[in-house]
């Protein structure tokens, strides 16, 4: 005889094949949105040590920008105070100058032959005013004059004959240029 089974054996393999593919897809899902889940997180973390990182680097930056504007200031500070020392050591360096010049001068005059009256500086220039015996005195006076260290030319202004007390002297204003320092 024959058998005929009525019962869906093969409806019940498809539903039960069913199930399984809807559990496998679900449970695939369900790891989907775990790795998203995890990912999200992980780069939320990631962006937060970020922010925090870039907050204290901020601060970092506007501590140093504060030390480096108080740098500037002793830098010009240093640079004002260095201007104001080499001013100083010029002005002791050239202390001794006028001293020195006078007694340059003293020594460069004739003796009994010729005398200073009147001696004036304005800036490089220097000008001596006084009375010698003869013109050959004057000419001697400046060839003293030029072989000078501080001297760099001396020029005869004027020279006239005067007569004092009877004796005739010849008065002269001469100028001078002094020599810059250094050179």
């Known amino acids: 005889m024959i058998r005929i089974n009525l019962l869906p054996y093969r409806e019940k393999q498809k539903q039960a094949g069913l199930k ?63 201007k104001k020392l080499s001013v100083i050591s010029k002005l002791e360096e050239n202390r001794s100058a006028p001293v020195r010049y006078l007694d340059e001068l003293n020594l460069a005059v004739p003796t009994r032959d010729a005398w200073l009256d009147k001696v004036s500086q304005k800036e490089t220039e220097l000008y001596l005013e006084g009375v010698a015996r003869t013109n050959m005195v004057l000419s001697q006076f400046m060839r003293n004059l030029e072989h000078m260290s501080f001297l760099q030319t001396v020029d005869l202004v004027s020279s006239k004959q005067k007569d004092y007390l009877g004796v005739k002297l010849y008065q002269f204003v001469l100028s001078c240029k002094i020599k810059k320092q250094g050179t």
């Open 20 to 82: 399984k593919e809807i559990i496998l897809l679900s449970g695939a899902f369900l790891a989907f949105v775990l790795v998203i889940v995890g990912i999200h997180s992980f780069m939320l973390f990631n962006i937060s040590s970020l922010e925090k990182e870039i907050q204290e680097k901020e601060n970092t930056v506007a501590r140093l920008d504060k030390i480096v504007g108080e740098v500037e200031v002793f830098k010009k500070d240093k640079n004002s105070l260095e």
